[in-house]
């Protein structure tokens, strides 16, 4: 396959997208359904409930840059590339360890203690976290050895959340229709309790039935550049007589831990991801707890949300190549401040829940898309590192992640069920910090994009490296360069606009 981002025919951009499917599945159903299912189907004690959420947030962040490391420095099983061996390595795990989270403990009773069954959980819920984390890293690390032009990389990335949006929809209406089939038995109320347990357990099992489809369509339709110590394969558009053009510096992971640039990203991103993954896990308990809507909610509002998202996501290339990146990114931040005031005023949400969800889901589909599209500029050209790039932005966020959701569920002033009003306008304050607060400091991180842009301090100041093999010959270029060389001679410089 060729570097030029031009040659990635449609069906090998929607073979990618789908690659990351079981996983988009599944964590819908974890960000989402988890704190409600453990806390007010199995009736888990919020700091039970939040510890299980932490643990598989610290597996995820620690396995994520081991994870990046290794598929950096691996070269893959026989003749698969090594990024694709790291997908299937993570799929199977995610398949063998999901369907036991969303399900009641194996031979647990009404008797046995909450402690038992959170030890119960905790082995599943590492092996998905692994299987997760590995899958994602291969899949995001993919990006920049597809495709080198700017734009191609927003427009795979746009092409990755498009079907993001997608799974949350299938999870969030698959969720709605077994709700509504629940709803002729005359024993089940609008309330979550016990009988709702074989809703989550169904759910379960239809999202791991279509992500192992979706998993088995990528793998045969990805194909993985392999190539051994960097040098590509020659073709009819590779010249007989010619050197490889000087290169820029290549960075280990060790120089990325040098570069001011490599922090100024990795904090966008994990603001960026507290405002997604937050808001989507407190959602639920907003709605039930605080606004007292019917539990059928908790499928409905999110479905606006992702369904506002991927409408926002079918313009986003042509819009960040209009005002940039960064002014994309400040947009969709406008806008989650805009439902965090709502949200902040309007205390007896009616049907007007709607339209604030609109403004979540088209703010957070736009500043995820636009994060992930920075990182991948960051990168550049050093793709032999680049999944230490995204591991390690990962662990940011999913340290940040677990630690929040423990101290907001370890400040929680009700232990099992309401009990006061304190309880009922909790999760209130909860969201409205979550989006607008968090938004708040995002904005600041992005400022420091804007006066101090990002560029590698390491490839700017040291010479070129030019390959071995060399040996002293001219490049010969011919009479009409790639479609893209122009995009690609500012894509070395590895600068963030």
Same mark, same amino acid.
């Given at each position: 396959?060729? $570097?030029?981002?031009?040659?990635?025919?449609?069906?090998?951009?929607?073979?990618?997208?789908?690659?990351?499917?079981?996983?988009? *599945?599944?964590?819908?159903?974890?960000?989402?359904?988890?704190?409600?299912?453990?806390?007010?189907?199995?009736?888990?004690?919020?700091?039970?409930?939040?510890?299980?959420?932490?643990?598989?947030?610290?597996? $995820?962040?620690?396995?994520?840059?081991?994870?990046?490391?290794?598929?950096?420095?691996?070269?893959?099983?026989?003749?698969?590339?090594?990024?694709?061996?790291?997908?299937?390595?993570?799929?199977?795990?995610?398949?063998?360890?999901?369907?036991?989270?969303?399900?009641?403990?194996?031979?647990?009773?009404?008797?046995?203690?909450?402690?038992?069954?959170?030890?119960?959980?905790?082995?599943?819920?590492?092996?998905?976290?692994?299987?997760?984390?590995?899958?994602?890293?291969?899949?995001?690390?993919?990006?920049? &050895?597809?495709?080198?032009? &700017?734009?191609?990389?927003? &427009?795979?990335?746009?092409?990755?959340?498009?079907?993001?949006?997608?799974?949350? #929809?299938?999870?969030?209406?698959?969720?709605?229709?077994?709700?509504?089939?629940?709803?002729?038995?005359?024993?089940?109320?609008?309330?979550?309790?016990?009988?709702?347990?074989?809703?989550?357990?169904?759910? @379960?099992?239809?999202?791991?039935?279509?992500?192992? #489809?979706?998993?088995?369509?990528?793998?045969?339709?990805?194909?993985?550049?392999?190539?051994?110590?960097?040098?590509?394969?020659?073709? &009819?558009?590779?010249?007989?007589?010619?050197?490889?053009?000087?290169?820029?510096?290549?960075?280990?992971?060790?120089?990325?831990?040098?570069?001011? @640039?490599?922090?100024?990203?990795?904090?966008?991103?994990? @603001?960026?991801?507290?405002?997604?993954?937050?808001?989507?896990?407190?959602?639920?308990?907003?709605?039930?707890?605080?606004?007292?809507?019917?539990?059928?909610?908790?499928?409905? #509002?999110?479905?606006?949300?992702?369904?506002?998202?991927?409408?926002?996501?079918? =313009?986003?290339?042509?819009?960040?190549?209009? =005002?940039?990146?960064?002014?994309?990114?400040?947009?969709?931040?406008?806008?989650?401040?805009?439902?965090?005031?709502?949200?902040?005023?309007?205390?007896?949400?009616?049907?007007?829940?709607?339209?604030?969800?609109?403004?979540?889901?088209?703010?957070?589909?736009?500043?995820?898309?636009?994060?992930?599209?920075?990182?991948?500029?960051?990168?550049?050209?050093?793709?032999?590192?680049?999944?230490?790039?995204?591991?390690?932005?990962?662990?940011?966020?999913?340290?940040?992640?677990?630690?929040?959701?423990? *101290?907001?569920?370890?400040?929680?002033?009700?232990?099992?069920?309401?009990?006061?009003?304190?309880?009922?306008?909790?999760?209130?304050?909860?969201?409205?910090?979550?989006?607008?607060?968090?938004?708040?400091?995002?904005?600041?991180?992005?400022?420091?994009?804007? =006066?101090?842009?990002?560029?590698?301090?390491?490839?700017?100041?040291?010479?070129?490296?030019?390959?071995?093999?060399?040996?002293?010959?001219?490049?010969?270029?011919?009479? =009409?360069?790639?479609?893209?060389?122009?995009?690609?001679?500012?894509?070395?410089?590895? @600068?963030?606009?």
């Amino acid at each position: 396959m060729s $570097d030029n981002p031009s040659s990635l025919h449609v069906c090998q951009r929607l073979s990618y997208a789908v690659g990351h499917f079981l996983n988009d *599945l599944c964590a819908s159903m974890w960000f989402t359904y988890l704190l409600v299912y453990y806390h007010s189907v199995l009736g888990f004690q919020n700091t039970y409930a939040g510890v299980l959420l932490l643990a598989g947030q610290i597996a $995820d962040g620690i396995c994520t840059p081991l994870i990046g490391y290794e598929s950096d420095n691996t070269a893959g099983c026989g003749t698969y590339g090594k990024r694709k061996t790291w997908h299937l390595v993570g799929t199977v795990s995610v398949l063998v360890s999901f369907a036991f989270i969303f399900n009641q403990c194996i031979g647990c009773n009404a008797n046995t203690p909450q402690f038992a069954s959170l030890v119960y959980f905790l082995p599943f819920i590492i092996i998905f976290q692994f299987g997760w984390a590995a899958t994602q890293i291969s899949h995001l690390s993919l990006i920049p &050895e597809l495709v080198s032009c &700017e734009y191609a990389k927003v &427009e795979l990335t746009a092409y990755r959340y498009a079907f993001t949006v997608v799974a949350n #929809i299938t999870v969030y209406g698959a969720a709605w229709l077994f709700f509504h089939l629940q709803a002729g038995h005359e024993e089940i109320t609008d309330t979550l309790g016990p009988a709702d347990i074989p809703v989550f357990r169904n759910l @379960s099992l239809l999202v791991l039935g279509i992500g192992a #489809i979706t998993s088995l369509f990528f793998h045969l339709g990805t194909q993985e550049k392999s190539y051994a110590t960097g040098d590509s394969e020659p073709g &009819e558009r590779q010249p007989l007589l010619s050197a490889p053009k000087p290169v820029t510096a290549r960075l280990l992971w060790k120089h990325w831990l040098l570069e001011p @640039s490599f922090y100024q990203v990795a904090l966008l991103y994990m @603001s960026t991801r507290l405002i997604v993954n937050l808001s989507q896990t407190y959602v639920s308990m907003y709605l039930t707890n605080t606004l007292l809507l019917p539990k059928n909610y908790i499928a409905t #509002i999110p479905l606006v949300m992702y369904v506002s998202g991927f409408a926002s996501s079918l =313009i986003m290339k042509p819009f960040s190549k209009l =005002i940039g990146k960064s002014m994309t990114y400040f947009a969709g931040l406008l806008l989650i401040m805009a439902f965090g005031y709502w949200a902040l005023l309007d205390t007896r949400m009616g049907s007007s829940v709607y339209g604030a969800a609109v403004l979540l889901g088209t703010g957070s589909a736009t500043i995820l898309v636009m994060s992930l599209s920075l990182t991948a500029d960051l990168i550049g050209d050093q793709t032999q590192s680049g999944a230490f790039v995204y591991g390690a932005m990962s662990f940011t966020d999913k340290l940040a992640n677990g630690l929040v959701v423990m *101290l907001i569920q370890g400040l929680h002033p009700c232990q099992t069920e309401l009990c006061c009003p304190a309880c009922v306008w909790y999760y209130h304050y909860v969201m409205v910090g979550v989006t607008g607060g968090v938004a708040m400091a995002a904005s600041i991180f992005l400022c420091s994009l804007l =006066i101090w842009p990002v560029r590698l301090r390491r490839t700017k100041n040291e010479q070129p490296v030019v390959d071995k093999e060399a040996k002293g010959l001219p490049v010969i270029n011919g009479l =009409i360069g790639t479609e893209d060389q122009d995009i690609d001679d500012t894509l070395d410089q590895a @600068s963030v606009n």
